[in-house]
């Protein structure tokens, strides 16, 4: 079965460098969430898109915005990268119905600041 | 930050063992999802629950959404190895499908 497709798995940026994290859903997926996880940590809420409208808004800090497209896939871009910001981005989609409270992950893009 | 409690925090067990696991919360939650994660990998939802006192089974894996909707619990029968990773559960509260996370249960097999 298809699973969320997260590009790149890796990436390395400077500190004040941007990055550009893109996921893509599961097919026939209309809501895509983005998560933070720091080494030991729970996934953290940043924000989440329904049918490419914001529909709600964690800690994400105002360095970081995000979009969904009309393909639904969703872009995380990140500005003034910190080293805080080294961690793994996960993006998860869901289906709506019933079914939308199950979240299904991407592998996660692990993202290193130096 | 959580609002979920989940123990234990880790677990050291003998191949072959039953495991239990359970989150508990002072608020009342729509839905309980529990979730593996492999190191540097996505969470896999394991099981998802819907209702007060279901219970439902994903193989070796039962878990149970607790009647007063505070509470869930998570049962691996007969772990084998590659049952090692961190458990997670995560819990809904309301119609914006934003999951609320416990801290984890790291699992490891005692060799």
């Known amino acids: 079965a298809a699973g969320v497709i997260q590009s790149p798995r890796h990436l390395i940026k400077e500190k004040r460098e941007t990055a550009t994290l893109k996921c893509y859903p599961i097919?026939?997926?209309?809501?895509v969430y983005w998560y933070q996880q720091g080494p030991g940590q729970d996934p953290q809420f940043l924000i989440s898109f329904y049918e490419k409208m914001q529909s709600d808004k964690g800690s994400i800090p105002d360095r970081f915005s995000a979009q969904q497209f009309s393909d639904y896939h969703s872009e995380l871009n990140m500005s003034s990268l910190e080293l805080g910001d080294s961690a793994l981005y996960f993006c998860?989609?869901?289906?709506?119905?019933?079914?939308?409270?199950?979240?299904?992950f991407g592998p996660g893009t692990r993202l290193t600041v130096t | 930050g959580q609002q979920l409690n989940q123990s234990p925090q880790s677990m050291f067990i003998q191949e072959g063992e039953d495991v239990s696991m359970n989150c508990t919360s002072s608020s009342i939650f729509n839905t309980w999802l529990w979730y593996k994660q492999d190191p540097g990998e996505g969470p896999v939802l394991l099981i998802a629950?819907?209702?007060a006192g279901e219970l439902t089974s994903n193989g070796r894996l039962t878990a149970q959404f607790g009647i007063t909707r505070k509470d869930s619990f998570l049962n691996i029968s007969a772990s084998i190895p590659s049952d090692v990773g961190i458990y997670f559960c995560a819990g809904q509260m309301d119609s914006n499908y934003q999951l609320i996370w416990g801290a984890g249960t790291k699992l490891i097999i005692k060799p």
């Open positions: 998860a989609s869901s289906f709506p119905g019933t079914s939308g409270y199950e979240q299904y």
């Open positions: 097919p026939r997926h209309d809501t």
């Open positions: 629950l819907y209702k």
